[in-house]
């Protein structure tokens, strides 16, 4: 089973616009990560927020973390067409069990268009 | 620096036959974890190796095995293929301080059994 609900499963924009997708998840955090992938391929780590921080950026990513609400967002802005993926929170959790794994969302799949 | 490495890319194998996957992580990094991913299942975690012993194993049946070398190379075995054993298998590295740093991914090996 999975440990996070990603919201929302899919998404279409245009190019310029910007996409928001949501993540929640169920236990305590050492860190969530966001990963891309395109086409079935291999995860690209975008980016990675500790627990204790509460917002963070990279180039057009903003990441923000609600450790109360279990809940986290990416915002991309102005969306590329090669922006176009499947974009996945993990959670690095703190049990004693939880070497080398991360708990994944099932993942939005974004589609930008020209 | 090289990042991480998994071999082959694309595999093609008959039920009941046995496969073998390599991943060779960053440099430095001792720790190699595995994932299978599938449409109906997500990313799953399979098992986590640090310094050649198996710290993490997650909820797979004992056909699915795996080691890791001396230099951080890992494998993973997976024995008598199911039709269900069809997926795309993910390993990941990282630094001994992967609370701050998160995880590398490969490309991935797609798994085809027919």
């Known amino acids: 089973s999975q440990q996070g609900e990603e919201d929302p499963q899919a998404l279409s924009i245009q190019e310029g616009e910007n996409a928001t997708m949501n993540c929640s998840y169920k236990?305590?955090?050492?860190?969530l990560q966001w990963y891309r992938q395109n086409s079935g391929r291999g995860l690209v780590h975008l980016i990675l927020i500790r627990s204790n921080e509460r917002e963070k950026h990279s180039g057009r990513l903003r990441v923000t973390l609600d450790t109360s609400k279990k809940s986290s967002s990416l915002l991309i802005t102005a969306s590329r067409a090669a922006d176009t993926a499947s974009y996945f929170c993990?959670?690095?959790?703190?049990?004693?069990?939880?070497?080398?794994?991360?708990?994944f969302g099932a993942g939005t799949q974004v589609v930008v268009t020209p | 620096k090289a990042g991480v490495t998994q071999t082959p890319r694309y595999l093609i194998k008959t039920r009941g036959q046995q496969v073998t996957l390599s991943c060779s992580p960053i440099s430095g990094h001792r720790s190699v974890s595995w994932y299978q991913q599938t449409p109906g299942q997500g990313l799953q975690f399979l098992f986590e190796?640090?310094?050649?012993?198996?710290?993490n194993k997650g909820n797979f049946p004992g056909r699915f095995s795996g080691r890791q070398f001396s230099n951080s190379r890992s494998e993973m075995n997976v024995s008598t293929l199911e039709l269900g054993d069809s997926a795309l298998y993910l390993c990941?590295?990282?630094?001994?301080?992967?609370?701050?740093?998160?995880?590398?991914f490969g490309s991935g090996t797609r798994l085809t059994v027919v």
């Open positions: 993990a959670t690095d959790a703190v049990a004693t069990d939880s070497w080398g794994k991360l708990q």
């Open positions: 236990t305590s955090i050492n860190n």
């Open positions: 190796y640090f310094s050649e012993t198996q710290r």
């Open positions: 990941a590295s990282s630094p001994t301080d992967r609370v701050n740093y998160g995880y590398t």
